[in-house]
């Protein structure tokens, strides 16, 4: 993908931020959105504040040494000129994704209609990890619940298993329909191309539901063969 994914639901005016992404990807974000919805954008736009606020007043004071009279007035944080939030990431789609779902619009059920595919998914799950971001990867979870099936569930399985230790409710959610519609399921060439060690540890769990015995046999047949 080279199109950009950031799209803003929000008037220009509470565009009060500038977010660069590996120097050459610009975008006028709101400060607020991010900050209350992230908590690695929270800690990187107070501290980058706390710089701004020391930079400003250091300014203002050489500016009235040089004047030689007294200062009206304090200063207004609008007066403080801010600087740009610099991010280094090595999936542009993903991050313009994450930036584009808190800039989006909440419907009347308290969800984002941002669309999402099974491609988009690795990249945007990934995102709401790295920034920390708890109502992207619930959209993400909420994504795989209504869309998984017969055909797609082993590329879901590859990109929640990367993930289950930073996400495990995505992982679950996965896992859990696998183990329920093993038998239909495991007659997908992608099983028949799981690792022992997979195998291994589908046929041992408890959850999964195959209720004759013979049945994994031969399924066990078919993936030696």
């Given amino acids: 993908m080279s199109s950009c994914l950031f799209t803003?639901?929000?008037?220009?005016?509470?565009?009060?931020?500038?977010?660069?992404?590996?120097n050459n990807h610009e975008h006028k974000v709101s400060g607020y959105k991010l900050a209350s919805?992230?908590?690695?954008?929270?800690?990187?736009?107070?501290?980058?504040?706390?710089?701004?606020?020391?930079?400003?007043?250091?300014?203002?004071?050489e500016f009235?040494?040089?004047?030689?009279?007294?200062?009206?007035?304090k200063f207004q944080i609008s007066d403080i000129f801010k600087e740009k939030i610099r991010i280094n990431y090595d999936d542009i789609q993903g991050l313009?994704?994450?930036?584009?779902?808190?800039?989006?619009?909440?419907?009347?059920?308290?969800?984002r209609n941002l669309v999402l595919n099974d491609n988009q998914l690795s990249s945007v799950a990934r995102a709401a990890v790295s920034f920390k971001i708890p109502l992207l990867l619930k959209h993400c979870c909420r994504y795989v619940n209504e869309n998984i099936n017969f055909r797609n569930c082993w590329q879901l399985w590859n990109?929640?298993?990367?993930?289950?230790?930073?996400?495990?409710?995505?992982?679950?959610?996965?896992?859990?329909?696998?183990?329920?519609?093993?038998?239909?399921?495991?007659?997908?060439?992608?099983?028949l191309k799981l690792s022992p060690k997979d195998v291994r540890r589908f046929l041992k769990d408890d959850r999964l539901n195959c209720p004759e015995?013979?049945?994994?046999?031969?399924?066990?047949?078919?993936?030696?063969?």
């Avoid at 289950?164 to 399921?185: A, G, K, Q, W």
């Avoid at 015995?213 to 063969?225: Q, T, Y």
Wanted: charged share 25%; proline share 3%; hydrophobic share 45%.
């Fill in 64 to 73: 009235f040494k040089r004047v030689d009279f007294k200062k009206p007035k």
């Fill in 8 to 22: 803003s639901a929000y008037p220009e005016y509470l565009l009060d931020r500038c977010i660069v992404i590996n």
């Fill in 159 to 191: 990109i929640s298993s990367a993930l289950c230790s930073e996400f495990p409710e995505m992982f679950e959610s996965v896992i859990n329909f696998i183990f329920t519609h093993f038998l239909v399921v495991s007659s997908s060439e992608v099983f």
């Fill in 37 to 61: 919805n992230s908590d690695f954008f929270r800690a990187l736009i107070r501290s980058l504040r706390l710089k701004e606020i020391d930079k400003h007043q250091f300014q203002e004071s």
């Fill in 213 to 225: 015995e013979i049945d994994l046999v031969d399924l066990i047949i078919r993936w030696v063969s």
């Fill in 96 to 111: 313009e994704y994450a930036l584009a779902f808190l800039h989006s619009k909440v419907n009347e059920n308290g969800e």
